[in-house]
């Protein structure tokens, strides 16, 4: 499976609090979290993301809260990949569990520009800058990890292997 | 192979002999916790999962405390799907407010006597790593895991490396846990002990009381740790003679000492005698600074409580500190019991009367997390003995939050800026 689309490029330890603010926190409904996705960071965010752009950041990322309302609400936004140099534990286990493709990159992390157009491909790792012409490996997902995916999430791929 | 505490508790509840760093393992569980902002997402999981029952009304806890008394109508509808679900299903540890069991989360569980040393507990909220002050294993998840677990009263982890930090000498005047830990964080950073475990040691864990303790684990999230804890030694032990005598006689828990050989990523040797009372400043965690060196800058709130300072020694400190003194003109002070046993203890002491003497506020929680209960205005500046100091966590993304201890925090009430006990 690939994904490819334009990148928004953010910071080290970008934490949960701006991914959704609390305030937002009164509903878990993913159309009402992505109406205020980065919002506090970045107001532009929602009204400039397309379907299949890809999120890079640095160190960190999702730092803060175990809220799950912030992989929902940066899925619902459309965004198809996070690539990040790593990730705090709770939101990793949080973005498999709720379907959103997320990859370790230290140097994709560090190489890839703002608005650069990129290409991931999940069986193999590689990631493609297609802006810049550079290549980055990362480590593949098990096949587990890309049926939980595949299946949207963790409900989805527990449902889907009860009916089997 | 030789162990860490944490390593021995996934074992044991995976039914292991032994495991090692990096060990995919399926373990037990305890306790499954869930709050009035992650459960009604789980309970929606759970619904779809078409499972009927949870796995053991006793295990499975719901407390509702972030948006509580309900701040608008969406957050009543949040604790109405969690009263019903709790109703239904019998749940034990679900309490109404104003009931003498209820409070934070964080702060009953320990204070309540249902977490002892040796549990493994999981709780879909990121501080759950507070309960290792009680030599137990229990971290943060998410609101599928809480549903799955709610299910099956199991989980999987990763067993994670350690980092030891071991303490020596003992604290200053005024310098509590919560200095500690921001200390730590200052350190190794917001991700210094990304999916690791913090494991404390040392001569030094005699200068930290039960209640510090808590602090120091509260927010071992808050540098990346998986979980924070602590051996269990005669403080431990007489706090839960204390919390759960039943369960003390009978010695119904189980303590876990780490392996001498047990090995470490890394070892942070502090002298307790070398911190100082210390601030985080706007907007991380590891921003730390020496409150002394902070005196100039102006605060237009302070808030002492919450699931990291709201225990009984911190309304105590606050007390102290403020008796006889008044809030400076241009302050708000909240105040924050942390739980309703520690509300009323606070009164039996005449605590609150000292602080309302002083001008505080009395509330429940909620600011933290700028959710109600004092929420910052653009260009507002509040030293807090809260946890996360994050843009706009607070409020307005152009407020600002400090972290500190509650000596710093009620000192600074009175000055109007940030300040310490001696200046008083």
């Not at chain 1, 959704?20 to 009402?32: C, G, K, M, N, V």
């Not at chain 2, 924050?336 to 429940?364: E, F, M």
Request: aromatic fraction near 6%; glycine fraction near 10%; hydrophobic fraction near 40%.
């Amino acid at each position: 499976m690939k994904v490819s689309g334009r990148v928004f490029k953010y910071g080290d330890n970008v934490d949960t609090d701006v991914i959704i603010p609390a305030r937002y926190l009164t509903s878990a409904d993913p159309e009402h979290l992505k109406e205020h996705c980065m919002e506090d960071i970045d107001k532009s965010f929602k009204d400039r993301v397309n379907a299949g752009d890809i999120m890079v950041a640095g160190r960190n990322f999702g730092c803060g809260s175990s809220r799950e309302h912030a992989p929902v609400a940066i899925k619902a936004s459309g965004i198809s990949l996070v690539i990040a140099n790593d990730f705090a534990r709770i939101f990793y286990r949080n973005s498999i569990n709720v379907g959103l493709p997320i990859l370790e990159c230290p140097e994709a992390a560090l190489k890839i520009n703002d608005g650069d157009e990129i290409e991931a491909d999940f069986d193999t790792g590689i990631i493609t800058d297609k802006t810049t012409g550079e290549r980055f490996a990362s480590k593949p997902f098990p096949e587990f990890i890309k049926n939980i995916m595949a299946n949207g999430g963790l409900v989805g791929y527990t449902e889907s292997g009860l009916r089997d | 192979m030789p162990m860490t505490m944490t390593q021995k508790i996934l074992a044991d509840h995976a039914g292991l002999d032994s495991v090692a760093p990096g060990d995919l393992i399926e373990a037990k569980l305890d306790y499954v916790l869930g709050n009035d902002v992650t459960t009604p997402p789980a309970i929606k999981v759970f619904e779809k999962l078409g499972v009927k029952d949870v796995f053991d009304k006793d295990r499975v806890l719901m407390i509702q405390d972030h948006f509580t008394p309900n701040k608008d109508i969406k957050s009543a509808e949040l604790n109405k799907t969690m009263r019903c679900f709790a109703r239904e299903h019998e749940i034990t540890h679900y309490y109404e407010l104003g009931r003498r069991e209820m409070g934070i989360e964080h702060v009953i569980l320990p204070d309540n006597g249902i977490v002892l040393p040796g549990d493994l507990v999981i709780g879909a909220d990121s501080h759950t790593c507070t309960y290792g002050a009680l030599g137990s294993f229990s971290t943060g998840v998410g609101s599928t895991d809480l549903a799955c677990a709610m299910a099956r009263g199991v989980t999987w982890f990763k067993v994670p490396e350690a980092i030891k930090v071991n303490l020596t000498g003992r604290f200053k005047k005024f310098v509590t846990g919560k200095d500690l830990i921001l200390t730590i964080i200052g350190m190794i950073g917001v991700d210094g002990a990304l999916y690791k475990s913090l494991e404390f040691d040392g001569d030094g864990i005699k200068a930290l009381s039960m209640d510090g303790r808590l602090t120091v684990c509260n927010m071992a999230i808050e540098c990346g740790a998986k979980n924070g804890i602590f051996p269990v030694d005669n403080y431990t032990l007489k706090y839960i003679s204390r919390t759960n005598p039943e369960r003390f006689i009978k010695s119904d828990y189980k303590v876990y000492t780490a392996d001498e050989d047990a090995e470490y990523s890394q070892v942070l040797d502090i002298n307790l005698d070398d911190i100082d009372l210390t601030v985080a400043l706007p907007h991380l965690p590891s921003n730390t600074k020496k409150a002394s060196e902070c005196t100039d800058m102006k605060i237009d709130q302070v808030v002492i409580g919450s699931c990291t300072n709201g225990r009984l020694e911190d309304i105590g400190a606050a007390a102290t500190i403020l008796k006889g003194l008044k809030v400076h003109k241009d302050v708000r002070c909240i105040v924050i019991p942390g739980s309703q046993k520690v509300y009323r203890q606070a009164l039996d002491n005449g605590w609150l009367q000292d602080l309302d003497d002083a001008g505080c506020v009395i509330s429940t929680c909620g600011p933290c997390l700028g959710g109600h209960m004092g929420v910052l205005a653009k260009g507002e500046r509040c030293v807090s003995t809260t946890n996360r100091n994050f843009v706009g966590r607070m409020g307005d993304p152009e407020s600002e939050v400090i972290l500190s201890g509650v000596p710093v925090a009620a000192s600074s009430a009175v000055l109007g800026r940030v300040g310490t006990p001696d200046e008083l």
